[in-house]
């Protein structure tokens, strides 16, 4: 059954520092996909990655997939309040159960001055 | 476009009466999805339907049932309410491969539920 995990679960942050957020997950799968979700709201899609070594940029944020070692990471590049928010990683596990896509427990992050 | 649309926004139950949530999609999306989101577990698969007619159990599916309508619905029902189903309840959707539509799933408004 695949699990999803990522790491840190919360991360707090000065502004204009990096960090890096972790997402492992336990069985094939070549596709992952990244969203934003701010208090009380639905879930906004970031990135989609679709292979291995693929990488994303969008502002302040880049995304990289290595599927052999079954990792995804969310790089945050000099942080700034407005990127406050839970960050999950949602893997497609569709090479096992077609069409089942399943979430990480999500990362809450604060940015603070 | 809509997208997705969920109905009830809000939702008060007592323990064990019923309910239907609803969700539509008006993308032509063949896949449809519900979740339930609890703090620190992030969102956790109930039901999910590759096309009309077909369901599969996600992570959490007891207590639920769904219904695929039709290419554009998606419901789930509680048929006796507990609660530890209250929850933030998210559909969503997906078209097919190799459509740009698969790329993302797309996600509903959510349907706050607490069960007294």
């Known amino acids: 059954e695949l699990k999803v995990e990522q790491n840190p679960l919360f991360l707090s942050m000065q502004e204009g520092k990096n960090y890096t957020i972790y997402c492992n997950y336990s069985t094939t799968s070549d596709r992952l996909y990244w969203y934003r979700q701010d208090p009380g709201k639905s879930l906004e899609s970031l990135f989609v990655l679709l292979s291995n070594g693929a990488v994303k940029q969008e502002g302040r944020l880049m995304a990289s997939l290595d599927t052999k070692a079954r990792l995804s990471t969310l790089h945050i590049t000099a942080a700034v309040h407005d990127l406050s928010a839970t960050y999950f990683c949602a893997v497609d596990a569709s090479k096992t159960s077609y069409d089942k896509v399943i979430f990480g427990p999500g990362t809450s992050l604060s940015v603070i001055p | 476009n809509a997208g997705v649309t969920q109905t009830p926004k809000f939702q008060v139950l007592k323990t064990g009466q019923s309910m239907t949530l609803q969700c539509a999609q008006d993308m032509n999306h063949n896949s449809m999805y519900w979740y339930r989101q609890d703090p620190g577990m992030g969102l956790r698969l109930i039901y999910y339907?590759?096309?009309?007619?077909?369901?599969d159990k996600g992570e959490v599916p007891n207590g639920y049932n769904v219904s695929r309508l039709n290419k554009r619905e998606f419901s789930l029902r509680l048929e006796s309410a507990a609660p530890s189903q209250t929850s933030v309840y998210f559909c969503?959707?997906?078209?097919?491969?190799?459509?740009?539509?698969?790329?993302?799933?797309?996600f509903g408004p959510g349907t706050r539920l607490t069960v007294l």
């Open positions: 339907s590759a096309s009309e007619g077909t369901t």
């Open positions: 969503a959707s997906r078209g097919l491969p190799g459509q740009s539509s698969y790329n993302e799933q797309f």
